[in-house]
């Protein structure tokens, strides 16, 4: 069972930066295609990028040249570098497999807030 824990989140100022990153202790996250997912309070949990187990990216539109998906092999983690952050990007950022793949059970998440 494949645990996932999202950590780097937090308050920042519009135009900020975060990393945000994904481990799975005990798990070898190198062997599956992930994701990053994000959800505001009702609505849905959307996958805004993805990351394949060779490397090759995509990413939502609304984050295309802003957001950057990544993964350490070493370090077992998968990571979502945000520049240029927007109030519309505030949500609780999750990691997962890639959703054309079944997915893990959800972590806890962590959350973002962009606010002056």
């Known amino acids: 069972q494949v645990q996932l824990v999202e950590s780097g989140g937090g308050l920042v100022q519009p135009g900020g930066s975060l990393r945000l990153s994904c481990t799975a202790p005990?798990?070898?996250?190198?062997?599956?295609?992930m994701g990053w997912y994000r959800q505001v309070p009702g609505k849905q949990r959307d996958m805004i990028a993805g990351i394949s187990v060779v490397g090759p990216t995509r990413y939502e539109d609304s984050v295309k040249g802003r957001f950057t998906i990544s993964r350490d092999k070493a370090r077992n983690a998968i990571y979502l570098d945000m520049i240029n952050l927007k109030p519309e990007d505030t949500a609780v950022y999750y990691c997962?497999?890639?959703?054309?793949?079944?997915?893990?059970?959800w972590g806890q998440g962590t959350q973002v807030t962009v606010s002056s």
């Open positions: 997962n497999r890639r959703n054309d793949r079944p997915l893990f059970n």
């Open positions: 005990g798990s070898d996250l190198s062997a599956y295609h």
